[in-house]
């Protein structure tokens, strides 16, 4: 995704073109782009050689996750939905990690039924309902057991996963106990240990505390497990100098601790993935005048993408067509629905907009179009993959006969 002659393009089609095709708002991502991070995610474990399952919550596109198939990955589910969506795609159950606080009996059962790799267990409650239905089953079901370090990830309060008040996994006592209880079971193989401190983590720091609590908890359990599950979590640029993760220093934490521990690596990446490979092309309604700012209210709302809303998060946002003409005044870029929280960017100065005019909201790949909704009974956009020169509809936008 690149400016060629002022104009800008998603691989080789320009934004413009793709716009007036499918109309907006429009999610678009790079086919090029996605290949690519796979590839860097690879190498930068290479040494390691983990099972790399993609977190399907991140974005569960049934075309993006094609090419994830193709690209010999595996899945990260949290719900009966994404395990379905993921064998749909042609995902192995062999690579099929289910994870999640709140499996109900029926997801539990389906995904035995499916003979998927992992199941990770996050209670004892929930081990004891796996140990059950697989009982009934008469089947041996491969289990993890999520272990809680209480790590602060040092990201956003809202997608820490590791501290003790968070509801995610089990403390160390609490985990030798289910270890100690289950690991004669006829009816659990235990072959995993899970861990996952959060999402959009950009300092390696925590992952190596991560990382020792493990360490020191393979000791005092005293059990083999032949996986370790370092989930997921590593976090992407937004803004252009923020912070970026150091992989070198965390890879290497992850080669000490193999070189004490004879195990092999599960990752669960999302963001890491797909985060940058997407942007929502949206269009200028109306251009409003006020004393000191201009709203610039735009097609696409909170219920498109609800990330500026929910976590405060930063998007940058582009002219598909650029110009020299700078306007220094408040912009402040909204969305139609109800609510003062619709609002996408606020900036000091920006080029010269009319209405009609197309933008494009970067880095939309990850938890964009999921977490859209039909609030305020807005349709859902529409989601194409362009691939080259070539154009794939994703995503069939919805009409107001199909949510009425």
């Known amino acids: 995704m690149k400016y060629k002659s002022g104009k800008f393009f998603i691989e080789n089609i320009s934004a413009a073109k793709i716009a007036k095709k499918f109309g907006t708002p429009l999610y678009c991502y790079s086919k090029g782009f996605l290949n690519k991070n796979i590839d860097i995610f690879k190498k930068n474990f290479k040494s390691i050689k983990p099972l790399i399952c993609f977190s399907i919550k991140a974005n569960n596109n049934l075309e993006i996750l094609k090419i994830i198939k193709k690209n010999n990955l595996g899945a990260d589910v949290v719900s009966k939905g994404e395990l379905m969506t993921s064998l749909k795609a042609g995902i192995s159950p062999n690579k099929i990690v289910f994870s999640g606080v709140g499996k109900t009996s029926e997801e539990i059962s389906f995904a035995i039924d499916k003979n998927i790799f992992l199941i990770n267990a996050e209670s004892e409650n929930e081990i004891k309902l796996i140990e059950n239905i697989s009982k009934n089953k008469k089947k041996c079901t491969k289990v993890g057991i999520r272990f809680n370090p209480n790590v602060d990830a040092l990201t956003n309060t809202k997608i820490s996963t590791g501290r003790n008040v968070d509801k995610f996994g089990v403390d160390s006592k609490i985990l030798t106990k289910i270890v100690n209880q289950y690991k004669y079971s006829k009816y659990l193989d235990i072959k995993c240990l899970s861990v996952h401190i959060g999402s959009q983590i950009t300092n390696y720091k925590p992952y190596t505390k991560m990382i020792n609590q493990v360490d020191r908890l393979l000791k005092k359990v005293k059990f083999k497990f032949d996986y370790i599950d370092f989930g997921g979590g590593m976090g992407i640029q937004y803004k252009k100098n923020s912070q970026k993760l150091n992989y070198k220093k965390y890879n290497r934490s992850i080669n000490i601790f193999l070189k004490k521990n004879k195990v092999k690596i599960i990752f669960e990446p999302g963001r890491s993935i797909i985060g940058n490979t997407g942007v929502l092309l949206t269009k200028v309604i109306y251009i409003k005048e006020s004393k000191n700012r201009k709203f610039v209210i735009l097609d696409a709302a909170m219920n498109d993408l609800i990330r500026p809303a929910l976590y405060n998060a930063y998007h940058n946002i582009i002219p598909i067509q650029k110009n020299k003409k700078i306007i ?8 139609p629905v109800c609510e003062t929280s619709d609002q ?23 938890y964009g179009s999921v977490l859209s909704s039909n609030y305020n009974l807005r349709t859902r956009p529409s989601e194409v993959i362009v691939d080259k020169s070539k154009i794939k509809l994703a995503k069939k936008r919805q009409s107001i006969l199909d949510i009425i």
Do not use: M, P, R
């Open 328 to 335: 220094k005044k408040i912009h402040n870029f909204v969305g």
């Open 344 to 366: 996408f960017l606020t900036v000091g100065s920006y080029n010269k907009l009319k209405e009609n005019d197309i933008l494009a909201i970067c880095d939309v790949g990850a």
